[in-house]
């Protein structure tokens, strides 16, 4: 999916590059990409997915990748770094910080385990891997079912619990007016 | 009001910097590309260092979000005018230590929603028309009451805000260039650390007043401030400023990406999560003089401090000497800069009796700064729930005690 939208990019990039070199571009410094470097820099995922690369995994695989490669900082069975500390409900008057509650699409999961994880070697894990280990924090955290199968298709579909638990700091505010009284948080 | 230990460390820090310059120096020439500086930074001539009499040096919180951030404060009471020196602005690592980024090789790649996709190399971008501004930068964890171990200096519980002179090219120009489809509305900006942090900002700001920078206070961005290339995104949250940006992707909805929404949000009690704040709020804290400090007797003294705002410019900043029953209005340094460290300054008599000193700050759509009650009865939030809050801005009163001690008094 993501291979041919990048194509497609570039395609109609060069077929535009001499029409629009005359009108859009006032000093005529950088270069154009070539399809394969938007293609392998191309990593952030959206909420949609649409960027996900073809693979698929589950937890039941990502049990083995993580003991191989992610229980030395995250503990056995993901004890010891935050991974299991389970999603819980987001209100409460002394906030303690609860990152995974707070995320709101699995594919965030997805995206910070594919170019921040493992620390040791960021980066390392192939599509295969990262769902895998995806499908297997959601499990711990009773999210998606053991044999489930997380790739394209399925991934953007799983729903975070927390997903529609968010509101803006002042409802309906917008950046640059100005806030009511004490509503700067 | 420093003490000996401090200078000890300083001297400690600046013969392990000379040691670290001499390893890399010989590491580099081994491979054949010996900036010729590295050899030389050991030498005081070839980059001027502090006096070695003088303690103004970062600290650590000691008390980081996560175990393994490196967090550094700027030593605000220890600092004059409105700019931080490069080598004190504050320090929050999400990325797991700083990108070692040889220049020739950086490239920022702009794509997505553009007619024209462009890489630039860094000689390119500093061939386009530039722009140099004075803006601050703030975490948006900064101001937390009792950060760091007792919550006790200026530095601890504000240091997480410093302000540059940036020179760089607008983003609108490189967007521009690209030519931006209609359908866009988002951008989502990245980093080339380890982690390939991430961002997303509404297009709008991009278009409007975001910077990428490569100075910073006229020398080339540190390397732990994102050298060779970073955004600054005036006025709003340090976290959207990417660091050792090489990529921006012009999309239509923001991408959750981990740091913008599990890692930096807050909870308030109805249950549902604060996010995508952006924008500081009305600010300002008296750094000198500050908690952990001690006056040596009565008499004059100039209080001083710093106000900054996401609003925009500073227009009035109050100060109070006894504890918030009165204001007045103190001389402001200009000229005032928008989004920038502001400062303002008080004349005051020390007649040696106890004493709350606190500042206020307006800004330029007329917003105020408000108490932590005022902060915590709009949220329907106990006052300690700040302690753990992002974006607090309360007003931060300072008690100086008989003896001359000076103490947090948030919560006294």
């Known amino acids: 999916m993501r291979y041919s939208c990048s194509l497609h990019t570039a395609v109609l990039t060069l077929a535009a590059c001499v029409a629009a070199s005359a009108q859009g571009r006032t000093y005529q410094l950088g270069s154009t990409p070539s399809a394969e470097e938007i293609k392998g820099r191309d990593i952030a995922i959206s909420p949609d997915g649409r960027e996900l690369p073809p693979g698929s995994g589950t937890a039941k695989e990502g049990a083995a990748i993580f003991a191989q490669k992610c229980a030395a900082c995250h503990g056995p069975n993901g004890s010891g770094g935050g991974v299991t500390r389970g999603i819980v409900p987001l209100g409460n008057a002394k906030p303690v910080k609860i990152p995974f509650s707070l995320v709101p699409y699995a594919t965030t999961v997805w995206d910070f385990i594919n170019r921040a994880m493992p620390q040791s070697k960021p980066g390392s894990l192939s599509a295969d891997e990262v769902y895998a280990a995806t499908a297997y924090v959601l499990y711990r955290n009773d999210i998606v079912k053991e044999t489930d199968v997380l790739d394209a298709k399925s991934l953007p579909t799983v729903r975070m619990p927390n997903r529609d638990n968010f509101v803006p700091a002042e409802p309906g505010w917008k950046p640059g007016e100005k806030r009511p009284f004490g509503y700067y948080p | ?412």
């Not at chain 2, 809050?389 to 009163?397: E, L, T, V």
Request: proline share 6%; net charge neutral.
């Open chain 2, 1 to 412: 009001m420093a003490s000996h230990s401090h200078s000890d460390r300083r001297r400690w820090f600046l013969k392990c910097g000379a040691l670290v310059s001499f390893v890399m120096g010989f590491v580099r020439s081994v491979r054949g590309q010996t900036p010729a500086r590295e050899g030389l930074l050991k030498d005081n001539l070839a980059y001027g260092q502090p006096s070695p009499f003088d303690n103004t040096i970062r600290r650590s919180l000691g008390q980081a979000t996560v175990a393994t951030d490196t967090a550094l404060t700027t030593p605000l009471q220890d600092l004059d005018g409105i700019i931080t020196p490069s080598g004190l602005h504050f320090l929050m690592d999400h990325v797991k230590g700083v990108p070692d980024i040889d220049p020739k090789e950086h490239r920022l790649l702009i794509h997505g929603m553009v007619d024209r996709p462009l890489t630039y190399t860094m000689d390119e971008l500093k061939r386009l028309p530039s722009v140099s501004r004075i803006y601050f930068l703030e975490c948006n964890a900064n101001n937390r009451p009792l950060r760091g171990p007792n919550g006790e200096s200026v530095q601890l519980v504000h240091g997480r805000t410093s302000c540059s002179e940036w020179t760089g090219v607008l983003l609108s120009v490189l967007l521009n260039e690209c030519g931006v489809q209609k359908e866009a509305s988002w951008i989502v900006a990245e980093g080339s650390d380890s982690n390939k942090y991430t961002m997303s900002i509404p297009l709008a700001k991009a278009m409007d007043d975001i910077l990428v920078v490569y100075a910073q206070n006229g020398e080339p961005v540190r390397p732990q401030q994102g050298y060779p290339l970073r955004l600054v995104v005036p006025g709003w949250e340090a976290i959207r400023s990417v660091k050792w940006l090489s990529r921006i992707k012009v999309v239509d909805q923001p991408y959750m990406a981990w740091h913008e929404s599990g890692n930096n949000a807050d909870t308030i009690p109805s249950g549902k999560g604060l996010w995508y704040r952006f924008e500081l709020g009305p600010n300002s804290v008296i750094t000198r003089p500050s908690g952990g400090q001690r006056l040596p007797g009565r008499g004059f003294y100039e209080i001083t401090g710093l106000a900054w705002t996401g609003g925009g410019a500073v227009t009035k900043v109050e100060v109070s000497i006894d504890g918030g029953r009165s204001y007045k209005v103190a001389a402001l340094q200009q000229p005032v800069h928008r989004y920038a460290h502001t400062r303002f300054r008080f004349p005051w008599t020390w007649n040696g009796e106890e004493v709350v000193l606190q500042s206020r700050c307006t800004d330029e759509r007329g917003e105020v700064q408000p108490t932590i009650a005022e902060a915590a009865k709009n949220l329907g939030v106990s006052l300690d729930y700040f302690y753990q809050a992002d974006h607090f801005n309360g007003i931060q009163p300072w008690k100086v005690n008989r003896d001359g001690s000076i103490q947090n008094a948030l919560f006294l």
